[in-house]
């Protein structure tokens, strides 16, 4: 059944107006509530975020104390460090000698003998050279020379190189004719030592 | 009407990109940099557990630490100890069948620009045959305390009963972390009471000789 409304249509009319004012101020609280709310959200992930932050810092905090406590023990590997660096510093330039000699010795010529030696360590003023060595020797003729330079210069005789003779003249000892040669050669990084390494005690 | 509704919803939209620029956006940094924190400072605790791990081995290798440390002190000693290497280095020539004829200790020098090593050179005469002079020189290298040869000259001679003998210079160097004069500050003057002031001034450098007059 139709409803029949005996009301004037002003009246509706006021209804009708009432309802969507009321109906916009909803609108404009719900809007305003609604952005109220994300700046709450919002709020509440920074809050989030600043906590997170925090909880780090406590953390790090707690692992920064456990860093000084141990600080002795950090102490004790510089100062190893330090100490075996100056063994290092020390040794950068250390060469064997009784290896050297040890090798001249074996590696001679048979007809040629070493009446004096004499060695240096020098500055590396050129890269690889560690040091030269001086000799004068005894030969009973000149290719005897030939084979001490050979000897010397041979890849068997490890850190001389350049060997060189900068005399040689003919002499007597006793009844032999013989000839007797100044040499020189530098020694390069190959005669170093590797005692830094050995020396110093490692620590697994 | 629909004049208002438009306006309404034009408002609205501005209402809405106001409360996004000023009342989101800067959250939004702020949780941007708060993220960015969090990302360092766990960066600092990942190297800080790190840095704690090797302490605690360290820690627990302590006693390797110490006896390593010794072993370096005894190569590199705090003080010159010469007389602890002249013992050491005549046993040497007993126990390779040297002889030593001079020795010749130089004072501490400074080793060089930004080091505490100081190098004591030491020239050494010794006498022998040619394999108890290689078994001094690599004796040399075995000592506790450090010594490194620089030069060596040698020259051969026979001797009455024939036997080659070589007559050896040998140019050493030791080392040590201390001159041999303590540092001034140390010195105390007899009679002075530690009152009042000296002055106190060193001759030349230690390789000069480090004589200390008041």
């Known amino acids: 059944m139709r409803p029949i409304n005996l009301l004037p249509p002003e009246v509706a009319e006021e209804r009708s107006r009432r309802r969507r004012a009321g109906l916009l101020i909803f609108g404009v609280v719900a809007y305003i509530a609604l952005l109220g709310v994300g700046v709450l959200y919002w709020d509440s992930r920074v809050s989030a975020a600043r906590d997170d932050v925090d909880a780090q810092l406590e953390i790090n905090q707690s692992l920064e104390r456990e860093v000084v406590a141990l600080n002795s023990a950090g102490d004790l590997q510089i100062e190893y460090q330090d100490r075996s660096d100056l063994v290092r510093t020390a040794l950068a330039t250390d060469i064997d000698w009784g290896i050297l000699l040890n090798d001249l010795a074996r590696l001679l010529p048979p007809r040629v003998w070493v009446e004096t030696f004499s060695g240096t360590t020098v500055t590396e003023t050129t890269p690889g050279v560690l040091g030269q060595v001086a000799f004068s020797g005894v030969g009973f003729d000149f290719p005897d020379v030939s084979a001490w330079l050979r000897a010397l210069d041979s890849d068997q005789f490890n850190g001389v190189t350049g060997t060189w003779v900068s005399t040689v003249a003919e002499g007597i000892i006793g009844d032999a004719n013989v000839v007797t040669f100044t040499s020189t050669a530098v020694l390069t990084s190959a005669a170093a030592t590797n005692r830094a390494e050995t020396l110093i005690p490692e620590i697994p | ?212 007059s008041p």
């Open chain 2, 1 to 212: 009407m629909r004049r208002i509704g438009l306006l309404m919803i034009l408002g609205m939209l501005f209402i809405t990109a106001a409360w996004w620029m000023f009342l989101v956006s800067p959250r939004n940094s702020r949780i941007a940099e708060l993220g960015d924190e969090l990302v360092v400072a766990q960066d600092t605790e990942q190297r800080l557990r790190v840095q704690v791990r090797q302490l605690e081995e360290i820690r627990d290798r302590e006693v390797e630490y110490l006896a390593a440390l010794g072993q370096l002190e005894a190569l590199i000693p705090e003080r010159p100890l010469l007389d602890e290497f002249i013992e050491a280095i005549f046993a040497l020539t007993n126990d390779t069948g040297v002889e030593l004829q001079t020795l010749s200790p130089s004072l501490p020098a400074v080793a060089g620009d930004d080091t505490d090593l100081r190098e004591i050179a030491i020239s050494a005469q010794i006498e022998g045959e040619f394999f108890e002079i290689l078994g001094f020189l690599f004796g040399l290298n075995e000592m506790d305390r450090l010594v490194r040869v620089d030069g060596i000259s040698a020259s051969s001679s026979v001797d009455e009963s024939g036997v080659t003998v070589l007559a050896v210079g040998v140019q050493m160097t030791l080392f040590t972390l201390a001159d041999l004069l303590p540092p001034l500050d140390d010195i105390v003057i007899p009679g002075d009471g530690g009152t009042g002031t000296t002055t106190t001034t060193l001759a030349g450098d230690a390789e000069a000789g480090g004589e200390v």
